[in-house]
Every structure is written in structure tokens, then in C-alpha cells.
């Protein structure tokens, strides 16, 4: 067997052991008339469970998701709300070595490949409160021999209120903004971590001045337009420039080194695996399956993206995402990183939502 079918096996056996598994799974394998410690041995085997859908998850309470043993590790939980985007906010818990992997170390190692220099103060400008992204922000400029970043926090749920083209959208804008600047005139930040409209907003600024001694840019939390990737080059011309595809649910994806237009990003190890699928709908119905699951599109085909999580704490196989890309096979350049399996390029809102869906700052 693989290392993901041995993942996959793992999780099955801990998430649907009759006497300690995770209530939600048991509750669903009897729902479906299923054996899964059974049926459910590799990869393959897990397309028994067909596609998970986020009203699936609507209303669940995290415990609900987690095996006894988790359950019992209340003190080392990290946890996670989503942003919202797609109606109530779904909320999960990481352990602790399970942020580590996900969101700290994965980056770490691209940041290193990439050569984006360690030891800068960094700006982070993005959500904290439920977010995890926040954390992982301060956790990774630690890893990367950084202080703890300076920050300027917004509420993206609150910014979806605002009305398109209000004078209170643009004064939120502005006051996120005008913070970000007074740091960037008072401190010596050598990195800045923020999401693409920010940055988009902060170009002329780092133009003027703080550009020349930025170092290293960390672009997250959207799709990242080539437009803005040549402007921030010409506004800090010594910055390495790295971005990550990922959400609260399962972790980042970085991209990873040569870095190609548009880019590439693969998740490291086997605790969790993007996968890039046909238009939901067009696969065959399973047996005892709540949802057909669409096959794999070829390739460098665009399709939807199901995301699966294989960790300890959360099982959460074939997700179905907003977001849409292009299927990369793993370049076997990206082993000696820990890159094993297939990755996407060009993520993102498909075009009829994209400018709804872009149109915020998270």
C-alpha cells in the first residue's frame, strides 16, 4: 500500500471504532448502511463515502467530530472557525502538532526552498479571533527566527455586511489600512503577510519608501492575480514573494519553488489531499452513498476542488469547496520537501462568483 492509503486506513480505523470513534462518523456509517473499518482500506475504498457537502457540517459542534482519545486532549486544542463565505461559520479543532503540520511547517518548508529570508519583523495584516489564521501568522514568523509580528487585525465577517461601495466599506478599508501604514513608518518590517486586495491597496505606499527594505512578501487567504505579483516586485524589489492556497478546515497548500505563472500549490505529507474533480453531479451513484462523487478530471483540466483531511483529531474525505483549478500532478522534483501527491494551480472562485466572492479583504 501507499503512504496515503495507509493514511486513509488510519483514519478510517480511528474515526469508526465502534467504541471510541468520532459520534458524527458512526451516526453517518449507520445512516448509509456502511462498514467502513471493512470497506474502507485505501484511497480508492474511500470513494465509498462519496462527496461531503458543508451543509453536512452545518449546525455540528466540534466534539461531534472528534474520537474519544481527542476528545480527551481538551488542553492541546487549537481552534478553527471559517470565515463564513458560504453562510454559518463551521468550526474545528487542530491538535497541536496537527497547526504545527498544517499550517507552520508546511510554509516553513516552502519559505526555506524559496529562500525567503528568516529573522525579519513581519507585518501581519488579517483576521485573529476564531481565525486561525492569525495564529498561525505569529507561529510562523517564530519559526522563521522572527519577534512576534506586528498586527493590525479586521473582522472579514463583519466587512461582508457592508454594503458594495459603501462609504462605510471604504472607511472599514481605511481604517485597516491607515494602521498598516504607521507601522510600516515607524518599524523596521522586513516581511509583510497579508491577503491579496490589502496588498493591492498598500502598493503605492511601498513604493514610496518601506518597499526597498521589505524582504520577503507571504500573499494568503485568496487567489492572488498575476497583475498584483508583477506590482509588488516592482514595489519591493529585494522581496521573495510566496503564496498559499488552504482554508481554516484542513490547512495552507504553499507554493512551492521553481515558482511558474500562474502558480502551483501542493499540501506536504498525506494528512490532507486536494483533489480536482469533475462538475458535481456527473458521477455514477454509489451504493449506499448520500452523494455521488464526481471523477477526477485529466491532468491540466480545471474542475472542483474536494479537500480531505486525514488527521487524528478531524476525518473530513472529499469536501466540496467553492473553489475551482487546475489538476498538477506532483513534481518528483518536490520529494525531497515531503511532497507526495497531487496538487492545484490557479485556484479560485469560478468566473460567474468571482467578483462577489473577491470583492472583500479575507
Known amino acids: 500500500m501507499s503512504a496515503i492509503d495507509d493514511a486513509v486506513a488510519d483514519a478510517i480505523d480511528r474515526h469508526f471504532d465502534p467504541q471510541h470513534g468520532a459520534p458524527f462518523w458512526l451516526d453517518r456509517a449507520r445512516a448509509l448502511g456502511l462498514d467502513p473499518r471493512r470497506q474502507i482500506r485505501s484511497l480508492a475504498d474511500l470513494d465509498i463515502l462519496g462527496a461531503l457537502d458543508a451543509a453536512d457540517l452545518d449546525g455540528i459542534g466540534c466534539e461531534a467530530l472528534l474520537p474519544a482519545d481527542a476528545r480527551a486532549r481538551r488542553t492541546e486544542w487549537i481552534l478553527s472557525e471559517t470565515g463564513g463565505t458560504r453562510g454559518r461559520p463551521l468550526r474545528t479543532v487542530f491538535l497541536r502538532d496537527e497547526f504545527e503540520a498544517a ?192 471523477p477526477l478530471v485529466a491532468p491540466g483540466e480545471r474542475g472542483r476542488l474536494y479537500l480531505t483531511r486525514l488527521d487524528a483529531s478531524v476525518f473530513l474525505p472529499r469536501l466540496a469547496e467553492r473553489d475551482e483549478g487546475l489538476r498538477v500532478l506532483a513534481d518528483p522534483g518536490l520529494a525531497r520537501y515531503g511532497v507526495l501527491i497531487d496538487g492545484v494551480c490557479d485556484p479560485g472562485p469560478p468566473p460567474e462568483t468571482r467578483a462577489r466572492d473577491e470583492g472583500g479583504i479575507y
Not at 516552502?110 to 483576521?127: C, F, M, V
Not at 507601522?183 to 511601498?206: K, M, N, S, Y
Not at 495552507?252 to 494528512?271: D, H, K, M, S
Not at 489531499?273 to 462538475?279: D, F, N
Open 103 to 294: 499550517f507552520v511547517r508546511s510554509f516553513v518548508a516552502a519559505a526555506d526552498a524559496s529562500a525567503l529570508p528568516r529573522g525579519e519583523a513581519w507585518l501581519w495584516i488579517g483576521p485573529s479571533g476564531p481565525h486561525i489564521i492569525g495564529k498561525a501568522a505569529r507561529a510562523c514568523a517564530a519559526a522563521l527566527d522572527g519577534p512576534d509580528p506586528f498586527a493590525v487585525d479586521f473582522d472579514p465577517r463583519w466587512f461582508r455586511k457592508l454594503p458594495d461601495g459603501s462609504v462605510a466599506r471604504e472607511r472599514y478599508i481605511e481604517h485597516v489600512l491607515s494602521q498598516a501604514r504607521a507601522i510600516l513608518e515607524a518599524e523596521a518590517v522586513g516581511a509583510i503577510f497579508a491577503t491579496p486586495p490589502i496588498l493591492a491597496r498598500l502598493i503605492d505606499d511601498l513604493r514610496h519608501g518601506p518597499g526597498e527594505r521589505i524582504r520577503g512578501i507571504h500573499i494568503g487567504g485568496m487567489r492572488v492575480p498575476a497583475a498584483l505579483r508583477h506590482s509588488l516586485a516592482e514595489a519591493c524589489p529585494r522581496a521573495v514573494l510566496i503564496a498559499g492556497y488552504g482554508n481554516s478546515l484542513f490547512g495552507v497548500a504553499p507554493e512551492w519553488p521553481p515558482l511558474p505563472q500562474p502558480p502551483r500549490y501542493f499540501p506536504l505529507g498525506t494528512r490532507w489531499l486536494i483533489e480536482v474533480r469533475r462538475a458535481e453531479g456527473s458521477g455514477a451513484p454509489l451504493a449506499g452513498c448520500a452523494r455521488p462523487l464526481p
